[in-house]
């Protein structure tokens, strides 16, 4: 578990909350407290009593289950105290699934095939509890994005940092706005790498040179675009409620609280723009996708079609040579030109001159063109 006090003075970290809630909340600031899922299950009890002595109040039992829910899906919740949302990020490996009040163990879950850009779209929840001077999160294990952040807040207190147009989040709602961001950010990288691979896989789908096997990786992306389509949607609407609930919260008191209000307004909209754009490029990718291999298998019925055509044009020029043939191959004592000496050339020269007029008349009726690549 860590824990970090946030005020005028700066930015510090301590990992006892027995030594916070002995200091009290800091007068002109508040507090973060993060932990891992499995952490918050072994001290949920201490978490609880501490929040009652910091704020007088305590989360509920549903959200308590909604924290420690490995399988949740992004969706947003409130009191008249506090404010929950849970937003699903991108976890680092497939290893990073826990196995948590009941869940399905990591051996047990079903894994990714496919490229390994797409067992990247594995994910798990990150748990918010916003109240007004404390923001509770609840991360998976080994959560490279509560580290990342905690090392940018305390990297905060250099002056150079600072220096450097550097700001504090203003509270606990504005730093939850700020990770969500963080977290929104790696699907925007996912974006790219998806595109790159499923461009890829679209160019030796129209190659006419190359033969395509990947299907199953192909048929595994389009799955795993849905899924993440299905993830993206929820991240959506989760963050339009908390907007939705940004409007009903009291008026503010005085011209700084009320810029404090209009800035988590304009970053709540900026997360849900960022997540629009995520779920506007998965489906044009998917519809991409569904296009391209529309546009094969009409590739490869084309091509049928060019050869069936081919050969039917060489079937219609050797068919009366066989015919021909088959008349001067009679078992007749009396056929005209067999006794000659030259009969076999008259019969050659003839059949050449049918197969030329033929071809020029196929010619002409563009039956023999081949279609420009």
Known sequence: MRIFTLDKLGV??????????????????????ACTRSEFEQTQAQI?????????????????????NQQLPSHYDYTSQYDILVFRRLAASGKERESVQGDLPASHLPSRGGPPILRRIDTSPVGFAVFDHILLTVHPSDCSIRDTYATKLLNSNSVATRGAGSHLPSGPADMMLRIVNQMVDGYLELRRELSHQLDHWQTELLNPKTRFNNWASLLQARLSLHYLDEICEDQRAAVQDWIESLKTWPDATSTAAQRERDLLQVRSRDVLEHIERVVHHVRRLEQSTEATVQMHFNAQSHRTSEIMRTLTVLTAIFLPLNLIAGIFGMNFEFIPFLHQSNGFWFAMGAMLLIAVALVLVFSRKRYLERSAR
């Open 12 to 33: 510090t970290e301590t990992d006892s909350l027995t030594s916070v809630i002995e200091r009290g909340l800091p007068e002109q600031g508040y507090l973060w407290i």
């Open 48 to 68: 609880q009593t501490g929040l009652q002595a910091l704020c007088n109040m305590q989360l509920v039992d549903l959200h308590l289950s909604d924290l420690l």
